[in-house]
């Protein structure tokens, strides 16, 4: 049974990172190298390459991700390194072969940018919640994440390739594709950041109220949440109350709103945006992954 089980997720896994793969070689390729303009990461850096001689840019993908590769194996695990070579490879042939079969965007580069910045964090992203990567400075990325696991992987790219995008910029003498470069990597950072946390947001209410156990049964019949109720005691009249605290997603939100407002006008409501939320009815925190 457990067998059966892994060879699903191995299933899983290798599609999500086909899909991610397409994507990215699609935003490189079919956008990012057409406008012309800096890119983020080792694609970066092979982008520069191609453009002043020639060489293919999954082929110097690869060549590139030999030594930071073996540099990084030890601290960021077998399994990772198995899966982000496999996707560096894929990510590679689709560049090289793939995205070639696609039509090329010839329009606006700032539409161009913007277009390279959403297909190609999707498809970081995509690969980055299999808990895998596609090698290259996703590698570096990886390792910093590793030693300061509160940073989000958004800003620690964002910050990596600042610098690959300026020196593409400086070598070929184009400002404006520093400009439209920064777009791509601060459009890359927002969507990774929200594919891989936006995705579990939602709102936390606080109801304070004299009928707890009647706000919990409204949230119930409203939406199928649970909530727990906590004492309180009122700060100028000392009167003893009750919170309620529930999390939702946004439509569920408008509809508990609507029925504590109908059913205890006389309550006290609070809803604050929540970043992220784990447990029962949401996405669950897998704990002790080993990569």
């Known amino acids: 049974m457990r067998s059966h089980s892994n060879a699903k997720n191995t299933v899983e896994q290798f599609f999500w990172e086909v899909l991610g793969s397409i994507l990215i070689a699609a935003s490189i390729y079919n956008f990012a190298v057409q406008a012309e303009f800096p890119m983020t990461g080792f694609s970066g850096i092979s982008i520069i390459l191609y453009r002043l001689s020639g060489v293919p840019i999954g082929l110097s993908t690869i060549i590139l991700n030999v030594p930071v590769a073996a540099l990084c194996y030890k601290l960021l695990g077998r399994r990772f390194f198995i899966s982000s070579v496999r996707c560096m490879i894929i990510t ?12 090329v965007y010839e329009g606006s580069r700032l539409l161009a940018a913007l277009c390279t910045g959403v297909i190609g964090g999707i498809g970081y992203a995509l690969i980055y919640m299999q808990n895998s990567s596609t ?89 199928k949440r649970g909530s727990t109720i906590l004492p309180a005691q009122g ?57």
């Not at 590679?92 to 039509?103: E, G, K, Q």
């Not at 601060?186 to 707890?212: C, E, P, Q, S």
């Not at 939100?253 to 939320?277: C, G, H, R, T, W």
């Open 135 to 223: 090698g290259g400075s996703d590698f570096i990325i990886m390792a910093v994440k590793a030693v300061k696991p509160y940073i989000s992987l958004g800003k620690i790219a964002f910050l990596s390739d600042v610098g690959i995008i300026l020196v593409g910029g400086i070598l070929l003498k184009d400002m404006d594709g520093i400009i439209y470069g920064m777009i791509v990597n601060y459009l890359f950072a927002v969507v990774v950041d929200k594919m891989m946390y936006g995705i579990n947001a939602g709102k936390m209410a606080l109801i304070v109220t004299r009928h707890g156990e009647k706000i919990c049964a409204l949230i119930d019949e409203c939406t």
């Open 92 to 103: 590679s042939v689709f560049i090289d072969y793939i995205a070639p079969l696609f039509p």
């Open 235 to 291: 700060g100028y009249s000392g009167e003893a109350k009750q919170v309620v605290l529930c999390a939702c997603n946004n439509k569920e939100m408008y509809l508990v709103q609507q029925a504590i407002k109908n059913e205890d006008p006389e309550s006290f409501l609070i809803v604050l945006e929540s970043n992220e939320v784990h447990g029962e009815g949401f996405r669950t925190v897998q704990i002790g992954e080993k990569r």
